[in-house]
């Protein structure tokens, strides 16, 4: 079975770091963008960074500076790199992969917790 499965959010302090991981399990082959989200309550999902194939990345100017995507594509895997950390960033994580071989399908993560608090 094909899923995206998260890892590395929790507790931190403002100022703090942490790292997501978000690996694709299966017979993947290809995977085209690959792109983490985020979402608080009551909220829309908003995009946090995005890393394509060719490792072109692109991220929203709320995280700029502070957070790093970057993908190891022999182990089909998407990470991000939050430094300086503040409470604002406290809201779920999801990765979303667009994969392209062996079929078109688009997956999603299931999420991590983010907590950014004294």
């Known amino acids: 079975q094909v899923q995206l499965v998260e890892s590395g959010g929790g507790l931190v302090q403002p100022g703090g770091s942490l790292r997501l991981s978000c690996a694709a399990s299966?017979?993947?082959?290809?995977?085209?963008?690959m792109t983490w989200y985020r979402q608080a309550p009551g909220k829309e999902r908003e995009l946090v960074a995005t890393?394509?194939?060719?490792?072109?990345?692109n991220y929203v100017d709320s995280v700029k500076g502070r957070f790093t995507i970057s993908r190891d594509n022999a182990k089909n895997t998407v990470y991000l790199q939050m430094d300086s950390l503040k409470p604002e960033d406290t809201v779920v994580y999801y990765c979303?992969?667009?994969?392209?071989?062996?079929?078109?399908?688009?997956?999603w993560g299931q999420g991590t917790l983010v907590t950014v608090s004294l």
């Open positions: 299966g017979n993947i082959f290809s995977i085209d963008t």
């Open positions: 890393i394509t194939s060719r490792g072109r990345t």
């Open positions: 979303r992969m667009l994969i392209t071989s062996p079929w078109n399908r688009e997956l």
